[in-house]
T-cell receptor, first 114, second 109 residues
Framework: NAGVTQTPKFQVLKTGQSMTLQCAQD?????MYWYRQDPGMGLRLIYY???????DKGEVPNGYNVSRLNKREFSLRLESAAPSQTSVYFC?????????????FGSGTRLTVV | EDQVTQSPEALRLQEGESSSLNCSYT??????LFWYRQDPGKGPEFLFT?????EEKEKERLKATLTKKESFLHITAPKPEDSATYLC??????????WGAGTKLIIKP
């Protein structure tokens, strides 16, 4: 089925460990996004990529880095995980920056940092 | 400061009991208001986009409306399968989405 695929679905890290969250879309969308979702709060944008070869910081970029590997793939890296990064991470894509047609989200990665 | 507030935080209804969810917003240069549905353990699923005051959109038992300060998601004769968290977001002048915290809707049979 067409859509956004995220891996892994679950991950437990120790403080200070690093990891990369993978995201791929097969809808030929230009724009891709990384969000985190915490209880009682709205989705918060970490980084986004308006097109292949470009990336920009969102609302909460500290402690994260991203790579837009090609048009399909957008990865999120935690270099030194902290307990404050415990969250559910969602990747999304859209056909335009204005999201006129709505974002398509992946199923999420539930990350726990201990 | 751009802001989106959804109310109530949670809503419990009996099957068939109609109601409305609210999304109030303050944003400079609205670039659309978006409604999404999120089921437990899944990503949000796009429902509607509204662009101007007075606009309405419908999908099955859901109808979304928009004024200059708020949007309502009306649910008519809901069924248990309508249970989910409903998220509202607004597009700002930089074409970024600002999200509300969501309303958890529970429909009891």
């Amino acid at each position: 089925n067409a859509g956004v695929t995220q891996t892994p679905k679950f991950q437990v890290l120790k403080t200070g460990q690093s990891m990369t969250l993978q995201c791929a879309q097969d809808m030929n969308h230009n724009s891709m996004y990384w969000y985190r979702q915490d209880p009682g709060m709205g989705l918060r944008l970490i980084y986004y990529s308006a097109s292949e070869g470009t990336t920009d910081k969102g609302e909460v970029p500290n402690g994260y880095n991203v790579s837009r590997l090609n048009k399909r793939e957008f990865s999120l890296r935690l270099e030194s995980a902290a307990p404050s990064q415990t969250s559910v991470y969602f990747c999304a894509s859209s056909s335009t920056e204005t999201a006129n047609y709505g974002y398509t989200f992946g199923s999420g990665t539930r990350l726990t940092v201990v | 400061e751009d802001q989106v507030t959804q109310s109530p935080e949670a809503l419990r209804l009996q099957e068939g009991e109609s109601s409305s969810l609210n999304c109030s917003y303050t944003v400079s240069g609205l670039r659309g208001l978006f409604w999404y549905r999120q089921d437990p353990g899944k990503g949000p699923e796009f429902l509607f986009t509204l662009y101007s005051a007075g606009e309405e959109k419908e999908k099955e038992r859901l109808k979304a409306t928009l004024t200059k300060k708020e949007s309502f998601l009306h649910i008519t004769a809901p069924k248990p399968e309508d249970s989910a968290t409903y998220l509202c977001a607004v597009g700002d002048s930089n074409y970024q989405l600002i999200w509300g915290a969501g309303t958890k809707l529970i429909i009891k049979p």
